[in-house]
């Protein structure tokens, strides 16, 4: 039984860094691809971050600059750290993986999926 489990979240002032974390059990974060997502209330779920297999990146244009997806294979986890937060970036913030290797960072496209952590950004 593959799952996801998401840590790291909670409340921040504008300028401030958190690092999120998903642990994975039942699957192995490293094979084809991992990402970050974010959903505001009202709005659909948005990709942030991918991973790939062979440690390339892709960040949607919002956070490139601030935000950086990793990975530590030895302890099967992901990360998203997230620096010079801003207001926007509030948000439920969920990994997901899939065994498939992707160009683009889609919400339909992954099979797996962890419960979310809130992040919020004050100013």
């Known amino acids: 039984q593959v799952q996801l489990v998401e840590s790291g979240g909670g409340s921040v002032q504008a300028g401030g860094s958190l690092r999120l974390s998903c642990a994975a059990s039942?699957?192995?974060?490293?094979?084809?691809?991992a990402g970050w997502f974010r959903q505001d209330p009202g709005k659909e779920r948005e990709g942030v971050a991918l991973?790939?297999?062979?440690?390339?990146?892709g960040y949607a244009n919002s956070v490139k600059g601030r935000f950086t997806i990793s990975r530590d294979n030895a302890r099967n986890t992901l990360f998203l750290q997230m620096n010079s937060l801003k207001p926007e970036d509030a948000a439920m913030y969920y990994c997901?993986?899939?065994?498939?290797?992707?160009?683009?960072?889609?919400?339909?496209?992954?099979?797996?999926w962890g419960q979310g952590t809130q992040v919020t950004v004050s100013s």
């Open positions: 039942g699957y192995t974060v490293s094979l084809g691809s």
């Open positions: 991973i790939v297999r062979d440690g390339g990146t």
């Open positions: 997901a993986v899939d065994p498939r290797a992707f160009s683009f960072l889609r919400t339909g496209d992954f099979r797996y």
